[in-house]
């Protein structure tokens, strides 16, 4: 069970309501607002979880540097997280230079995890994408934002009568039903149609406890509604969300709307911030860093999102490498109007390799 966990005790003073909302950074939004006992208003003990505001997040760094000395940086750390949409692969085909690049980083004993905000698949399921693309990498070394919306629910003790209605796809009714977390919707209401006839009125579970949404192919009015009504009308009810990531890469050819755009209608309808358990919540950080005991500062986050990958890394204390093979360019990155400035940047990961050519 995660050491990191966030209690909930009932108090008279000092209270928030499942409405209150904390900021992160200056895009997300987050709530701590555990199920326990929701007909009082509840106290949160949040000293050991870090999905709360940090004033680091808002210090003005130096603009970001290109990464001329890869061999320093890989000497620098002892761990790698990387993004996968962007860094590793686009849709599925993968980026020039990765398999050499991470043969090279194992070969120098450095730990690699990947951790992706795309929630359609479970960890086993990306295992299989990576063998795939026939890269090596065990799914221990897998982290999604499915995985992470079943470990969150596990770490606040989710009550075992509660249900989760999921506006999502396979990969999260896969880690929730290997936590042994009870659920509904998923693609199988990808089908469902609502007939406004005169004095309908949809009828929703009244046990569902959270709502789960994540990037959905299968998104339409019936799961709007359905997520709308648990989370306005069940009391305590938790509104989740696995990322809200803007766009994604469905296909090498172009970017297509992502996770973000399905919280967005949630969050339109119920007037509700959700708490978003991947990246850049620091979230999984703290799960990885206690499972691997890993020390923050010995870690380097890889992405190529500013608003996700980077300020994650930022926030959980670690160096970043932004790579412009994926959402993020040059121009995006030196734009005055951007205050998200990673440690390097380089164009793609392969740029390590450079110091094999060096050594040559």
């Known amino acids: 069970m995660l050491s990191i966990r966030v209690t909930a005790t009932i108090s008279s003073s000092s209270t928030l309501f499942f409405t209150n909302s904390k900021k992160i950074s200056n895009k997300f939004s987050y709530i701590s607002n555990p199920l326990k006992n929701s007909s009082k208003p509840i106290k949160w003990n949040c000293k050991n979880s870090r999905m709360e505001s940090s004033k680091s997040s808002f210090v003005t760094k130096a603009s970001a540097q290109p990464l001329t000395n890869p061999a320093e940086l890989i000497d620098s750390v002892e761990t790698f997280i990387f993004d996968c949409d962007g860094v590793i692969w686009k849709g599925d085909k993968l980026i020039d230079g990765v398999p ?41 070394e897998i982290f999604a934002s499915s995985f992470a919306a079943a470990a969150y629910l596990k770490s606040i003790d989710f009550p075992k009568d509660k249900k989760v209605y999921v ?30 006839k005169p004095g309908y009125m949809m009828e929703q579970d009244k046990d569902v406890g959270a709502v789960v949404v994540g990037f959905d192919r299968y998104f339409n009015y019936h799961k709007i509604q359905y997520a709308t009504l648990c989370i306005r009308e069940n009391p305590g009810c938790l509104f989740i969300a696995t990322n809200r990531d803007a766009v994604t890469h469905l296909t090498d050819a172009q970017e297509w709307a992502g996770g973000g755009s399905m919280v ?27 499972k691997f005991k890993i020390q923050k500062s010995q870690i380097c986050m890889v ?58």
Not at 175 to 194: F, M, N, S, T
Not at 264 to 290: H, N, Q, W
């Open 100 to 140: 050499e690049t991470l043969d090279l980083l194992r070969e120098k004993g450095k730990r690699l995890v990947f951790v992706t905000n795309n929630s359609t698949k479970s960890r086993k399921q990306y295992g299989k994408k990576f063998e795939t693309l026939g890269l090596s990498v065990n799914e221990e």
């Open 303 to 360: 992405g190529d999102r500013l608003d996700t990958d980077i300020v994650f890394g930022q926030n959980g204390g670690c160096k970043t490498l932004l790579v412009l093979s994926g959402v993020t360019s040059l121009s995006m990155l030196q734009d005055p109007s951007n205050s998200t400035q990673p440690d390097f940047y380089a164009n793609k990961i392969s740029d390590f390799l450079s110091i094999k050519a060096a050594a040559v």
């Open 264 to 290: 967005g209608a949630i969050l339109g309808s119920t007037k509700r911030e959700p708490l978003v358990v991947g990246k850049p919540s620091t979230f999984m950080m703290d799960y990885l860093a206690d």
């Open 167 to 196: 506006v999502g796809e396979d990969g999260i009714l896969k880690e929730l039903e290997l936590a042994g977390i009870q659920y509904l919707g998923g693609p199988e209401d990808g089908d469902k149609k609502i007939e406004l």
